[in-house]
């Protein structure tokens, strides 16, 4: 099973930016989804994005809620695939949460809703916390 582990939180102003890493330990190239999520004290999980990899790159690999469209971005990285980035940007109060990445290796093109029942694999998660 892969291991995840989280890294990039921290605080930051309104407005800043982040830029969350999901590492993947081994990892071997299988096709399976890479999901964020966020987690507010005394909320239910959340899906933010996620994006399908180990495939042929096509349309509808990438997913985003409609809250974060256009500020944050989901990507792998080229050199290290074993690694998933969500880079934040235009952060705001309500972007402060718990951030967790997990995997899903059943998930299906074109990616939708990103739900936290469909993902078994999960990291630890790293705080974000922005000020106004």
């Known amino acids: 099973q892969v291991h995840l582990v989280e890294s990039g939180g921290g605080s930051v102003q309104a407005g800043g930016s982040l830029r969350l890493s999901c590492t993947m330990s081994?990892?071997?190239?299988?096709?399976?989804?890479v999901g964020w999520f966020r987690e507010i004290l005394g909320k239910e999980r959340e899906g933010v994005a996620a994006?399908?990899?180990?495939?042929?790159?096509?349309?509808?690999?990438?997913?985003y809620v409609d809250s974060v469209k256009g500020r944050f971005t989901i990507s792998q990285d080229n050199a290290t695939t074993n690694m998933v980035w969500l880079q934040m940007n235009d952060l705001n109060s309500q972007d402060t949460a718990i951030y967790y990445c997990?995997?899903?290796?059943?998930?299906?093109?074109?990616?939708?809703?990103?739900?936290?029942?469909?993902?078994?694999?999960w990291g630890q998660g790293t705080q974000v916390t922005v000020s106004s």
């Open positions: 081994d990892y071997r190239g299988s096709r399976t989804c």
């Open positions: 997990a995997t899903d290796r059943l998930c299906t093109l074109p990616l939708g809703e990103v739900r936290p029942e469909d993902y078994t694999n």
């Open positions: 994006i399908y990899i180990g495939g042929v790159p096509t349309r509808g690999m990438r997913y």
